[in-house]
């Protein structure tokens, strides 16, 4: 079993920054893939960025250049700085863990950037 527990979203202008972080707890597996998902509303839950345990990275089209992925291993935390956030990068924010045939979604964290 692994927890995971976001902070760090919040309400911001655009343009603006936010730095999100998520906590891991529990059975982590040496090998493992982390990132964040988010989910705005009336629409499908999409990847934003992703950070292997060997610090291979991934990150969605719309966020390249003003998003960045960073994990620290010893700790078990993966954080997400974002930067230039445009309204359109409102949702809801989700850790997300995968190890082996495991997977685990934290509880979500509430971006909102205005116009």
């Known amino acids: 079993q692994v927890q995971l527990v976001e902070s760090g979203g919040g309400l911001v202008q655009a343009g603006g920054s936010l730095r999100l972080s998520c906590a891991a707890s529990?059975?982590?597996?040496?090998?493992?893939?982390m990132g964040w998902y988010r989910q705005a509303p009336e629409k499908e839950r999409e990847l934003v960025a992703r950070?292997?345990?060997?610090?291979?990275?991934e990150y969605a089209d719309s966020v390249k250049g003003r998003f960045t992925i960073s994990r620290d291993n010893a700790k078990n935390m993966v954080y997400l700085q974002m930067n230039s956030l445009k309204p359109e990068d409102t949702a809801v924010y989700y850790c997300?863990?995968?190890?082996?045939?495991?997977?685990?979604w934290g509880q979500g964290t509430q971006v909102t950037v205005s116009s």
């Open positions: 950070i292997s345990s060997s610090g291979n990275i």
């Open positions: 529990g059975g982590i597996a040496r090998v493992n893939l």
């Open positions: 997300h863990y995968r190890g082996g045939w495991s997977v685990y």
